[in-house]
């Protein structure tokens, strides 16, 4: 995919909210492979609905970088799948954001939390045992916050930087 000139903010890079529309466009395309596409909702009225995410924005993208986005499904259960996302630089390899996510799966006649269908489950199980041979994403369930002072000054003086 590549940055598209609308996408740039008057800080010169693109707007956070467009790598939302990255991360979405992979998640519909990855989460096709195992049979949750649109053809999905129309056909067996059911959907899946983001929950929760957590991006950690790490370098900025500028007009017209293109760009490479992975999914890596990191686990499921009856009704939820827990993933992770990287966007990279396609030329260069940087990351510039990731994202984690947790979405449910929704019966779309009555918009409620429901079980994935036998072949579904199925699916993502292969799609699992696949990416369980990926190695585990750094960043999966970081918290935010502002770490107290001693652990800056800790981090600090093992890393070698003065302050």
Known sequence: MRVEPAWIDYNGHMNMAYYHVLFDRAVEEGFSLVGLGQDYLESRKASFFAAEIHTLYQRELRMHD????????VDHDEKRIHYYMEIRHAGEGWVAATMEGLSLHVDMETRKVCPFPEDIAANLAVMKTTHARLTKPQNLGRVIGIPPKAEIQEALSASGTRH
Request: no cysteine.
């Open 66 to 73: 293109r760009v490479r986005v992975t999914l890596q499904l």
